[in-house]
């Protein structure tokens, strides 16, 4: 079976950074696209930064610049790094796989983990 496991996520002032790591496991061959989405209460999931396993990468306007998403093929992980965070970016962020193949050449079209939450503020 496969997961996400997410981890990194707290509370940190505006100005500073955060790191958040997603690893998938399982018997798991290749992965098409993994990213970070991000919720709050009464709003809906929204994209934050994608990549695919070919390196191409999609930012959210309001990330641009400050986060950076990052991937190693080999360990099926998946890291946001986020700088210059602000108070408007405290959300539950959870990773996204789509595309999962494993080693039995089973496809899950998608997996999402379990949330983790980030908080800014001073």
């Known amino acids: 079976q496969v997961q996400l496991v997410e981890s990194g996520g707290g509370l940190v002032q505006p100005g500073g950074s955060l790191t958040l790591s997603c690893a998938a496991s399982?018997?798991?061959?290749?992965?098409?696209?993994m990213g970070w989405y991000r919720q709050t209460p009464g709003k809906q999931r929204e994209l934050v930064a994608s990549?695919?396993?070919?390196?191409?990468?999609n930012y959210a306007d309001s990330v641009k610049g400050r986060f950076t998403i990052s991937r190693d093929n080999a360990k099926n992980t998946v890291i946001l790094r986020m700088d210059s965070l602000k108070p408007e970016d405290t959300a539950v962020y959870y990773c996204?796989?789509?595309?999962?193949?494993?080693?039995?050449?089973?496809?899950?079209?998608?997996?999402w983990g379990q949330g983790t939450l980030v908080t800014v503020s001073s």
């Open positions: 996204n796989a789509e595309g999962i193949m494993t080693l039995a050449k089973y496809i899950y079209p998608e997996l």
């Open positions: 399982g018997s798991i061959l290749s992965i098409d696209t």
């Open positions: 990549t695919t396993r070919g390196g191409r990468t």
